[in-house]
């Protein structure tokens, strides 16, 4: 069966500090990988995905990056840290125009 | 451009009732509809798919219905329990493409 891992759980990082999230995806091959952020009391923003190592698309210009080394692999990276960066970060996997499957989150603040 | 509605935001029924959570799309094109569950701090839990080419869905307790022509899909919920209060999260996704539409959701709060 297919697991998903999100690290680390919660993560507090003063303004300006730089960040990097990792997801990894168990049991399946070849996946379009996603980041989501949901912000206190809204919906979930798409900020990246990726349909194949080193293709990464992005979907909010912001101080934002992400990146795909290897097949199973989503990372979330920033160089300096905003306010306005707080909020729970979901990575998902899925097959194109299938179900989609989410890992646990980050809770992220930005003090 | 596709987008996707949730009435109401917020709904509290008593232990044993049936409900029913909506979800409405503005467009009507072939797309596959996904439920989710998300308890507070957690991650979404997927809970039904239905394809652009089928009516419904059910697992359990739930029954996901989809109808094209009128640009809804419905979650229906028997016999609800206090451990079904949770946050349901509607998708659309266009078969062959990669982005998933959210609807903000319905809080649902299941009282004892």
């Known amino acids: 069966s297919q697991t998903i891992h999100q690290w680390p759980a919660t993560l507090v990082q003063p303004v300006g500090s730089p960040l990097s999230l990792e997801c990894t995806v168990e049991g399946t091959s070849n996946p379009n990988l996603y980041w989501y952020r949901q912000a206190a009391g809204r919906g979930l923003q798409l900020l990246f995905y990726s349909v194949g190592i080193g293709q990464i698309s992005s979907e909010v210009p912001q101080n934002l990056s992400a990146s795909r080394p290897q097949d199973r692999q989503f990372i979330l990276s920033s160089k300096k840290l905003l306010l306005s960066d707080s909020g729970f970060y979901l990575c998902?996997?899925?097959?194109?125009?299938?179900?989609?499957?989410f890992g646990p989150g980050t809770r992220l603040t930005v003090t | 451009k596709q987008e996707v509605t949730q009435i109401p935001a917020a709904l509290s029924v008593p232990e044993g009732e049936n409900l029913v959570l909506n979800c409405s799309f503005t467009?009507?094109?072939?797309?596959?509809l996904q439920w989710f569950r998300q308890d507070p701090g957690k991650g979404l839990t997927s809970l039904l798919l239905i394809q652009s080419s089928q009516r419904e869905q059910t697992s359990g307790r739930l029954n996901a219905s989809l109808d094209k022509s009128s640009g809804r899909s419905t979650l229906y919920i028997a016999a609800s329990q206090p451990g079904d209060s949770a946050t349901y999260l509607c998708a659309a996704v266009r078969p062959g493409t990669y982005k998933y539409i959210f609807g903000t959701g319905t809080r649902l709060k299941v009282l004892a």
């Open positions: 998902a996997w899925g097959q194109t125009g299938f179900e989609q499957y």
């Open positions: 467009d009507s094109a072939i797309y596959n």
